[in-house]
């Protein structure tokens, strides 16, 4: 591997006491050379990950350098005072993790160069025990500060840090942890970073009024609010926070991305720095061997040919966008703001919502990273017959709903909920945010208000469930991947959702016929299934392949029929303790039917990268030809 392109062997180890909250001449010179090596060096790795596709989240890392070489400093000059970990409930802030570990040595800085690589064990959200020197796993974003609160009761006499964010502030948890830290008269200290950007936009125009200075002073935490960027001042804040009783926000103003040109105060510095403008930015630096790795770096493929599908591929959570817009255009403008409402939690560019907000932005409501209050926000509008909240984030965050799914049943509301990112697909934020455990939507009682959950296995798909079941009551729940998917196509080559094909809910479909068994699975399994179906039949192992669209609902006739076949094996991308799998097991033998039965779905951490993945799970076109041939052989 080459040698990291930037000194830092450069980095000061300076020791800083809070006891004085001066500095001097020489320490704000140190920290200043600090502060710039490293965010050179973060914009030059996390860039690394722009160039091989795989993202990066540059601006948050580099916004908060001047408090973490702060804290880096004081853990240093008084290390029995502190828990020294650098907390931080912004989890896409991993880049600070990684740089502060291959300074303290715990991996060559080289590795650093492979970052959200597949296998490099530098996923785009820390974990604890993957990576050198991480100390924790931030989760998901917003939170950290309720754990950390548990850590200094643990540590009681210590003072804790936790990083945190004006977007991570935006989650219900951060006010929770706010009125136990205050009650519990906890010495955590947060160092807020509030730059007025979230991935969708600027929070002072979607959420005008909010404030976290006054948020968390109405809790009753001590708020130091100043600039960022003025390390004098910065440096006295964190002391006077040191040496207060009790919890203390240090919130940092300043603009997302300072110093770098086409990203500064922009949303788009929220995700990883463009080679182009990191380029331009480490030549102005002088920093130009880095550059020049960057200009070298050649993105990997998956050159993967998948028998039975198409060469055309489309990303069914951006179709989700336009085959709404596609309803709505149909209904005249009274009757959109009558009838509809779709309620963003800042990932409209991710979920398709975005496509819904310039088409018709009389229905959208832009609203901040909160998604029980938005979930329940959509049901509540959707309370009435006739009409329809929609609701969309990513699959990992349903989890975090489940209590207002409940409630939404109860009250017999009608939501269309779309969420992202199921399973684990192209997910180099890795472990926290795969998508495995979407079923547990379906929590409701068997006699309870409508809840159906569908997973569109192509964009062709996407579109006809959308128009069968856009008006329908109830809780409907449409699943999608981060990836791209093909269309998927017939015996005759031609697109099996395609022509007069119309979806039913709840019917599972023949996609290949097999007199040795079937595979069944849906969304963006199904196209590998197929593949490995395909392959098999060139073999001579005639096995079939069903696709199950609607998750939850039982379709008597096909099951039956697969319940009288040789072998059934399910392959699905979801959590295998809680998939499909370990249901469509106890359905057959709920009706006698035993066939020899396995399942396949995700079972172990992520390693990183992108379509790495599916083999890393053993779900992809091999692992489930092996599974096959096992299952055959028994």
Known sequence: MKPFPIDLGAYQRITLNASNSTLTDEQRASLMANIQLCRDAIVFFTATGAARGVGGHTGGPYDTVPEVIIMDALFRGDADNYV?????????????????????????????????????????????????????????????????????????????????????????????????????????????????????????????????????AGHGLTVLEGDGE????????????????????????????????????????????????????????????AADHLKAIKAPKNDAVFLGSSDK?????????????????????????????????????????????????????????????NFSAAAGFGMAAGKQGIFATFSAFLEMVISEITMARLNNSNVLCHFSHSGVDDMADNTCHFGLNNLFADNGLSDGYATHLYFPADPLQMRACLETIFFNPGLRFIF?????????????????????????SGKDEI????????????GETLYRALDAVERLKQEGIDVGLIN??????????????????????????????????????????????????AHLGSYQEGCGGLWEQYPHQGIDPAGIMAKIRDLLKT
């Open 84 to 216: 020294p970990v650098f907390f931080d409930e912004a989890g896409h802030r991993a880049a600070t993790q990684y740089l502060m570990a291959a300074l303290n040595g715990d991996f060559p800085a080289e590795h650093l160069m492979e970052y959200r690589a597949a296998h490099a064990h530098l996923p785009g959200h820390p974990e604890l025990g993957l990576t050198p020197g991480v100390k924790f796993s931030s989760g998901r974003l917003g939170h950290m500060w309720s754990y950390v609160n548990g850590v200094s009761i643990a540590n009681s006499g210590k003072v804790l840090f936790c990083l945190g964010s004006d977007g991570s502030q935006q989650e219900g948890n951060d006010a929770e942890a706010a009125r136990f830290a205050v009650a519990q008269n906890l010495n955590v200290k947060l160092i807020i970073d509030d730059n007025d950007v979230t991935i969708a936009g600027h929070p002072s125009q979607y959420l005008p009024g909010f404030s976290i200075a006054k948020t968390l």
């Open 230 to 289: 003025n390390i004098d001042d910065l440096y006295q804040r964190i002391c006077t926070a040191i040496h207060t009783d009790g919890p203390v926000a240090v919130i940092n103003k300043r603009p997302m991305c300072p110093g770098i040109v086409g990203l500064e105060g922009s949303n788009h510095g929220h995700d990883v720095a463009p080679v182009k403008v990191a380029v331009e930015y480490l030549e102005t630096r002088g920093q130009q061997a």
């Open 313 to 373: 591929w489309d990303a069914n959570r951006n179709v989700f966008g336009d085959a709404v817009v596609t309803i709505l255009d149909r209904m005249n403008a009274a009757e959109r703001v009558e009838k509809i409402r779709v309620i963003d939690s800042d990932l409209e560019g991710s979920c398709g919502l975005s496509k819904i907000r310039n088409a018709h932005p009389e229905v959208f409501i832009s609203s901040g990273i909160m998604e029980r209050s």
């Open 480 to 504: 999608s991947t981060r990836s791209k998917v093909p269309s998927i196509l017939n015996t005759d080559g031609q697109e099996y959702f395609g022509g007069d094909y119309k979806f039913v």
């Open 511 to 522: 996609i290949r016929e097999g007199t040795q068994g079937y595979i069944v699975s849906f």
């Open 548 to 597: 199950k669209p609607t998750l939850n609902v039982i379709d008597e006739e096909m099951i039956v029929k697969i319940g009288h076949s040789p072998m059934v094996l399910v392959v699905e991308a979801y959590n295998r303790k809680t998939g499909l799998g370990s249901r469509l097991g106890t359905w057959l033998l709920e009706r006698g039917l035993a066939p020899k039965y």
